[in-house]
């Protein structure tokens, strides 16, 4: 009697190539699956801080009644609209300012400090600013005042409007540290 064909799928010679197309479509569809996320995760990494607004980056801070008659610093939070790849938040914190008032005019100044990045804090005089961190010391309108304040720079001071009569807006921006001139990131 004679034994029975093997199935013509059971082949030892196709196994191995109907493994390798299988594997090469589960590469394929998971790649494809995949590529969303990836361009999306990208464009976020890329651009973390992407904020609504549509104004060169002003944002209202507060009115001047707000900002003290007597020249002395006050410190501003800043919020505004900003979004990442999946969820735009409405009034988020995205840092922080100090306005004084020279005059008419107000000025504003970044609350990071230009040497390293941490966040700068009002003499107990309120005759200038000094940084917690490694001892820079800034005069009231920013500039170093001890040469050795390690911050290459002044504190960054930023664009004020006065719109509608008393509103303070800021052009806020941030600025990498460690240089001697004011670099926007
Ligand atoms: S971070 Fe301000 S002095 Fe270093």
């Known amino acids: 009697m004679t034994p029975p064909e093997p199935p013509e799928d059971s082949s030892p010679d196709e196994t191995p190539r109907r493994d390798f197309l299988s594997s090469l479509a589960a590469i394929f569809v998971g790649g494809i699956a995949a590529l969303p996320p990836l361009v999306i995760g990208a464009v976020a990494a890329l651009?973390?801080?992407?904020?609504?607004?549509?104004?060169?980056?002003?944002?209202?801070?507060?009115?001047?009644?707000?900002?003290?008659?007597?020249?002395?610093?006050?410190?501003?939070?800043?919020?505004?609209?900003?979004?990442?790849?999946?969820?735009?938040?409405?009034?988020?914190?995205?840092?922080?300012?100090?306005?004084?008032?020279?005059?008419?005019?107000?000025?504003?100044?970044?609350t990071v400090?230009?040497?390293?990045?941490?966040?700068v804090g009002v003499k107990s005089d309120e005759s200038g600013f000094a940084c917690p961190c490694h001892g820079s010391s800034f005069a009231i309108d920013g500039a170093v005042d001890d040469p050795d304040s390690p911050s290459p720079r002044g504190m960054d001071a930023l664009d004020v409007e006065i719109r509608n009569g008393d509103e303070v807006w800021v052009r806020f921006q941030n600025f990498l540290p460690g240089r001697e001139e004011k670099t926007p990131v």
């Open 47 to 110: 651009d973390p801080l992407r904020r609504g607004g549509g104004d060169g980056g002003m944002v209202m801070v507060t009115r001047l009644a707000g900002v003290p008659d007597t020249g002395a610093p006050r410190k501003f939070g800043i919020t505004s609209t900003r979004s990442d790849a999946w969820t735009t938040y409405r009034s988020a914190p995205i840092g922080a300012v100090y306005l004084r008032k020279e005059g008419d005019a107000v000025v504003a100044l970044h």
């Open 113 to 119: 400090c230009p040497h390293a990045g941490c966040f």
